[in-house]
């Protein structure tokens, strides 16, 4: 087996219920995740911060959740991805610095995350608002050939973005894809919707783990 095989075995795919995040490429295993997912009226209203599990999240592997009614992904890179994001030519792009504000202040780096490995974004399309497919796989010949690190496809017009959430120039969507405001309440377990330095907001509830 190539090691780019090897590889698009790795970049698994998780997708949850819904359409959102579209069809995947062949080999990529759908996992339901977050079915039982069900937070009060009252909290999503609120726009209560949620916890995420990554104990057994993979490397490729996304997972979806809602917060305040948007899509969030959280996916982890490995090691290839994050060098991608590196040598990535950045011409492509057309704010490979996350000039614009479209994240926290923590994540304006490379791979625009608090950590490089693990990526959370929030999954709607600096365009219109359509949520973008995932297609990690590199060298997608649909989306440039040899040029594509993998990263995300916006059917509905065209856009795409890297596997930090930026945007290929030239492209319908202005810019990058939102970080949320997050931090780690340890290495396993993610809470969204609330900066590092504001660790008193208590969450009202919690997403239930992989399994
Ligand atoms: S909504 Fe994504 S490209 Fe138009």
């Known amino acids: 087996m190539s090691e780019q095989a090897i590889d698009l075995k790795k970049r698994r795919f998780l997708t949850g219920a819904t359409s959102v995040v579209g069809a995947v490429g062949v080999g990529f295993v759908a996992w339901p995740f977050l079915s039982t997912w069900s937070p009060s009226a009252k909290a999503k209203a609120a ?41 990535l030519n950045q011409e492509l792009l057309a704010d490979p610095h996350s000039k614009e504000n479209q994240q926290p202040a923590y994540a304006k780096n490379i791979h625009r995350s608090i950590k490089s490995e693990v990526a959370v974004l929030e999954g709607v399309c600096t365009h219109l608002g359509c949520s973008p497919t995932y297609r990690p796989e590199i060298g997608a010949a649909d989306l440039g050939g040899d040029a594509w690190k993998g990263g995300f496809y916006c059917p509905c017009h065209g856009s795409k973005f890297d596997l930090a959430g930026r945007v290929y120039a030239g492209d319908p969507a202005p810019t990058n894809l939102v970080v949320p405001k997050y931090h780690f309440i340890s290495d396993t377990l993610i809470r969204i919707g609330v900066s590092p330095d504001a660790h008193e907001v208590k969450p009202i509830f919690k997403s239930n783990k992989l399994t």
């Not at 209560?48 to 899509?71: C, M």
């Open 47 to 87: 726009g209560a911060p949620i916890d995420v599990d990554i104990s057994k999240l993979e490397h490729g592997q996304l997972v979806r959740v809602l917060y305040r009614k948007r899509p969030v992904w959280v996916f982890r890179r490995d090691a290839t991805a994050i060098d991608d994001l590196k040598t």
